[in-house]
Structure formats: structure tokens, C-alpha cells
């Protein structure tokens, strides 16, 4: 398959024209949005999404986003919109918030992977609101990568993995959160944390009270039938293998450059992904920075680039830092953790 790409400024819109009339023609586009870039097609249009979890080798019980331009768009696909809702909507649209609420027959099962519940979310991104706008429908979208893999914050990323299995990509340049969005089921009781993302429990929490988290976020075990995308348990991996180390800082450098120079005599490339404030206590040639720790939201736009660059470098084995779990931190090490699949090392 021939695959288009096409970058566009902000200031020139109508070069979406084309990638537009590709989603009404039911084919694969994938865009620019806040958080990652997206994998889109018509929501409407089973056949359009199967083509989504064939191109990314998704397993089809994995539920996916629907995308909006403006609220209009969300009630023929809903059952509801609760009061709770609307403060959400009002406080967090356009934004990487996505609500799991009741759909209708409108909906189609390939999208909701066969759940009575849809997620949607209005992107905070021009891009993508245009692309929606221009397309005339509400478009589905998971992460433009191939299934397991860290996901794309530019659109280099999305052709490293998708050039050839898709119609277009449309560049926008970065990403400027870097994780995928806040999934919160409002569907049933308790509004529930899915997946944490760009908005962090106390922020919702401000606006309609008492959150929870999933019990999957908890225990780090993964789901049998998802109700959202990122609730497997093996995600966002690079091909090296991530080794996450949590403790006192001084510790975690000796633990990490005690195994590192382990792996460097035993043949094997290792890269050290370390808080900018603690760079000095690791060897400069193969230690990129994620971020300062005052700051998480670094981390959270860095992390799948710099998975990907460990890639690129070759790295077979990746030492992550972790952070703390506040604010964004807890979206950024959801990510990490999925990504190193239970090797994390606790030194307390």
C-alpha cells in the first residue's frame, strides 16, 4: 500500500482536504493530537475499523477511542449525558479526557469491542478537530503504532511503524503531553480512573468529587476484557528490555551502573534513562534524561521518544528511574511499568 504523508501548518488548514475525504473513503489516516498521534477512521464504519486492528495487529477486544469536533456530535452516540458529564465536558473539553459512557445502536460493535459502553474524547489539537470537521464523521482512533509498541509523539515515529499499512500520515509536528489521555468510565457508579492520563485524579476530582482508581491500576495485573485501550498489561514496549528501579536515588545509580557495566562485560548495550537532577551520577555517553522530577510533565512527553530512540540506539537493555506517582507522575509510570512487563526492582 502506497502510504501519503503530508505536513501541515497550522496556519494552512485546508491541506486536509485529501486525508479527510480518505476517512470518508473508509481508509486509515493517521494525525496529530495533544496527546499521541492517532490511527483514525470512520467509527461509523465497521469495516473502516477492523482495518485499524489489522493494520496495528490490535487485538479486537481491545475497545477504541471515537474522536469529536464539538459536543453536537456526541449525543447520537451516547444513551445519556448525566450532570456529572456535562461539568466534565465543561471543564476538560477539548482535552485528553475520554469518558466511557452508554452507546447506542449508532456505534458500531467493532468499535466498542462488543461493550454496551463507547469512550470519547474532543481532542485539544487544530489538526485533529479539523480533521474531523472535514471528514463529517466521528473518527476512531488508537495510537498510530503497531500494537505493543511505544507510542508515537511525531510523525516519524508513526512511519517507522505504519508506512506501507496505511493511506496517510498527516505531520504536525510533536506532541506537546506525550501520554494518552485520562480514560474515566462514567457508565456505572462511581466514576473510575481506567487509565490515568494528561488529567490527574485530583483534577477531576475538583470537579465532581470522589474518583476511583480501576482495581487493575492497583494490583499492575492485566484484564481479561478491557473497557479501555492501555488496560493490557504488556504495552508501550521498545524492543530492548526495560528494567524500572524505585528507592533512594543514590541507591538506584549504584544498583543501575552495577548492572549496566554487568551487561556492557557481558556484550549486551544498555541505555539509562535518568531525572535530570540526577545525570551526574551515570556515565554521559549512554544516560539520556527524561525530565527534572519538579516538572513530570517532561517525563510524560519524553518517555515514548525516548523508548523509541533506545531502539534506534540499539539498546537491549533500558534502566528507567522511576518517578513519583503524583499528578502526571501516575500516568508516566503506568507507561513504564506496562512497558517493562513486571521487571521493576524496589530498593527500600
Not at 469518558?99 to 462488543?114: H, M, N
Request: aromatic share 4%; net charge neutral.
Amino acid at each position: 500500500m502506497e502510504t501519503k504523508y503530508k505536513k501541515v501548518a497550522l496556519s494552512d488548514l485546508t491541506e486536509l482536504a485529501q486525508p479527510a475525504e480518505a476517512i470518508k473513503q473508509g481508509k486509515l489516516v493517521a494525525f496529530p493530537t495533544e496527546t499521541v498521534y492517532g490511527l483514525g477512521a470512520n467509527a461509523l464504519d465497521g469495516d473502516a475499523v477492523r482495518s485499524i486492528f489489522k493494520a496495528k495487529g490490535r487485538p479486537n477486544d481491545n475497545p477504541l477511542i471515537v474522536h469529536i469536533a464539538d459536543t453536537s456530535m456526541l449525543e447520537p452516540l451516547v444513551t445519556e449525558i448525566t450532570p456529572d458529564t456535562k461539568k466534565l465536558i465543561a471543564a476538560f473539553w477539548p482535552g485528553p479526557l475520554t469518558l466511557v459512557l452508554k452507546k447506542t445502536l449508532l456505534v458500531p460493535d467493532e468499535t466498542t469491542a462488543g461493550l454496551d459502553s463507547v469512550a470519547v474524547r474532543m481532542p485539544d489539537h487544530p489538526i485533529a478537530l479539523e480533521l474531523i470537521r472535514k471528514s463529517g464523521v466521528p473518527i476512531a482512533a488508537p495510537s498510530a503504532n503497531r500494537s505493543g509498541r511505544p507510542s508515537p509523539t511525531m510523525a516519524e515515529h508513526v512511519a517507522e511503524d505504519m508506512h506501507g499499512r496505511i493511506s496517510w500520515i498527516v505531520d504536525g509536528g510533536s506532541c506537546k503531553v506525550g501520554v494518552e489521555s485520562t480514560v474515566l468510565d462514567m457508565s456505572d457508579g462511581i466514576p473510575t480512573i481506567l487509565r490515568p492520563g494528561g488529567i490527574t485524579p485530583e483534577m477531576i476530582e475538583k470537579v465532581i468529587g470522589r474518583v476511583q482508581l480501576d482495581r487493575s491500576l492497583i494490583t499492575g495485573k492485566s484484564v481479561e476484557k478491557p473497557r479501555s485501550p492501555g488496560m493490557k498489561y504488556t504495552h508501550y514496549a521498545p524492543r530492548g528490555d526495560v528494567i524500572v528501579v524505585s528507592g533512594e536515588h543514590i541507591k538506584v545509580a549504584q544498583w543501575i551502573n552495577h548492572s549496566a557495566e554487568e551487561d556492557r562485560k557481558a556484550g549486551l548495550k544498555a541505555v539509562i534513562l535518568s531525572a535530570t537532577e540526577h545525570l551526574s551520577h551515570y556515565p554521559e555517553n549512554t544516560t539520556l534524561s527524561y525530565g527534572s522530577l519538579s516538572h513530570p510533565e517532561e517525563a510524560a512527553t519524553n518517555i515514548f521518544r525516548l523508548f523509541r530512540q533506545s531502539d534506534r540506539n540499539g539498546a537491549q537493555k533500558i534502566y528507567v528511574e522511576a518517578i513519583p506517582k503524583d499528578g502526571i507522575g501516575l500516568a508516566v509510570m503506568d507507561r513504564i511499568e506496562k512497558a517493562a512487563a513486571g521487571r521493576f526492582i524496589r530498593l527500600d
